[in-house]
Every structure is written in structure tokens, then in C-alpha cells.
């Protein structure tokens, strides 16, 4: 979710590889936030972000925000990254980054091959950079969704399960989730706080169905993996995937 080679280095990045499967794809985490879930899978990315004095500094201010925060509002704060914080990060962690070592074998052997951050054609520093704030903001809207009511994309499906206004969500709920993040992530680096915490909001809400039917490549979509890879994709002037749903918008088409 590592290559070390000069000559791959230069020419990988936007190189999406078809046979790359996501590292544990049965996890939230990995498939919603690959870069950041991944960072706790390899000893010597995880080594660097616990050794960095920024990035550590960063992790016993949120927990000391999180330990102090009284009312619904002040845990939401707490529980989010600022833009400020964001960028922080983004800095240190690009300080970090040296071609070839342990946080540039992670882009290459797993996030540019993975295929989840194509858009960017940022490189190296840069690259890290881009992926890290689409996590964080990404971290930042589903605690919005599921600890503040925030309206999500396809409310039907989605939003929060409780009403956040009740005696019990106030006085109960959030803060229960509150004090089990605050105890179990206080010898971890401020990453893996909101993973967790992002972890104990959706089974709170009961919002874990992304991951229902993995590994998809080996089950449901194993027939439709085999089938794209037996396709001369050269024969086609474009490409139209049609994606079968039944949920309240139906089938859509994708191109």
C-alpha cells in the first residue's frame, strides 16, 4: 500500500499499473485514503513519520486539542485538520522525501502504480505534497459527514445515522469516540489518530458497505478482470464503462 531503481524513478510517475492490486483492500482506510493508510504498513516510512520532530509535534497538540474539547463542536474542530495544519504536514513530509529512499520506494512500488492519485503530474516532493492534502481533505469531509451532519454527495445512502442534536449523540455517542481515540492512538504519529478515528465513525454509523465484497478483482469482478485483460483496447476509437446500480441514481455511465 517498495523499487529503488534511478532509471524506473525517472520514467514512473502517471505509469498506472493494470496488474496492481491496493494492499488490503478490505480496509477503509486503504481504499479511501491509500497514501496515508499505507504509511503505517512499511517499518521505514512508519520509522521516519514517528522520528520527525514536526510531524510528532503535530500528533501532542491534536491530542492535547482532542483530551480538551468539551462540546460537540469543539470535538469536531478537534477531531479535523485545519488548513494550516494541513499544510505543515505537507511541508514536513516533503522534507522528508529523498529519491530513493524508503518514502520514494512507497510512491513508486505502490501509490503511482496503484493508480489512485493519476490526476497530479506533480513529482516527487511535489507529488507527496498533492496526495497528502487530498487525504487530509478528504479525512476532514467524512468527519464533517459523520460526526457533524454534514449533507454528503448521495444523502440517501450516506449520512450520518444519528441525530446529532439528541441527548444521547451529545452526551454519549461522540464522546465515547472521542476518549477511545484520545487513549489508543497517544504512542502513534497524527496520521494513524484519524484513521482510527475515521475507522470508529463508520462502524458508529454503520457505513462499512465499500468494503462488503472484497477483494472484488477475485470475486464479484473476477469474470470483468479477466475479460479487460484479454482486451485490445487499441481497437476502440473510446472507451464507455457502463456500471450497473441499484441505488437511488440508477445506472451510470462513465467515460
Not at 25 to 42: D, P
Not at 64 to 73: D, F, I, M, N, Y
Not at 111 to 125: D, F, L
Not at 146 to 172: L, N, T, V, W
Amino acid at each position: 500500500m517498495l523499487f529503488g531503481f534511478t532509471v524506473f524513478l525517472l520514467c514512473s510517475y502517471a505509469q498506472v499499473q493494470r496488474e496492481y492490486h491496493l494492499i488490503s483492500a478490505e480496509k477503509i482506510e486503504n481504499k479511501a485514503y491509500y497514501f496515508t493508510a499505507l504509511l503505517r504498513e512499511f517499518g521505514e516510512v512508519d520509522s521516519m513519520i514517528c522520528h520527525d520532530p514536526v510531524l510528532k509535534k503535530m500528533g501532542l497538540k491534536k491530542l492535547e486539542r482532542l483530551h480538551e474539547a468539551k462540546t460537540s463542536q469543539e470535538r469536531v474542530e478537534a477531531m479535523k485538520f485545519s488548513a494550516e495544519e494541513i499544510t505543515e504536514a505537507a511541508k514536513a513530509l516533503a522534507s522528508l522525501y529523498k529519491p530513493g529512499n524508503p518514502i520514494d520506494r512507497l510512491l513508486t512500488r505502490h501509490i503511482i502504480p496503484s493508480g489512485c492519485y493519476q490526476q497530479y503530474k506533480e513529482n516527487g516532493a511535489e507529488f507527496l505534497k498533492k496526495i497528502w492534502e487530498q487525504d487530509a481533505e478528504g479525512m476532514n469531509y467524512a468527519i464533517e459527514v459523520y460526526a457533524a451532519a454534514r449533507k454528503p454527495h448521495y444523502p440517501q445512502i450516506d449520512s450520518i445515522g444519528f441525530y446529532i442534536h439528541s441527548r444521547r449523540f451529545i452526551e454519549e455517542i461522540l464522546p465515547a469516540c472521542q476518549q477511545n481515540i484520545a487513549f489508543e492512538v497517544k504512542t502513534h504519529p497524527v496520521f494513524i489518530l484519524y484513521l482510527w478515528l475515521l475507522l470508529r465513525l463508520c462502524l458508529m454509523n454503520d457505513r462499512r458497505q465499500s468494503i462488503d465484497y472484497e477483494p472484488l478483482c477475485s470475486t464479484e469482478n473476477r469474470m470483468a478482470y479477466t475479460q479487460v485483460s484479454q482486451t485490445e483496447w487499441n481497437n476502440y476509437p473510446y472507451t464507455a464503462i457502463l456500471v450497473l446500480g441499484a441505488g437511488p441514481g440508477g445506472a451510470q455511465c462513465i467515460y
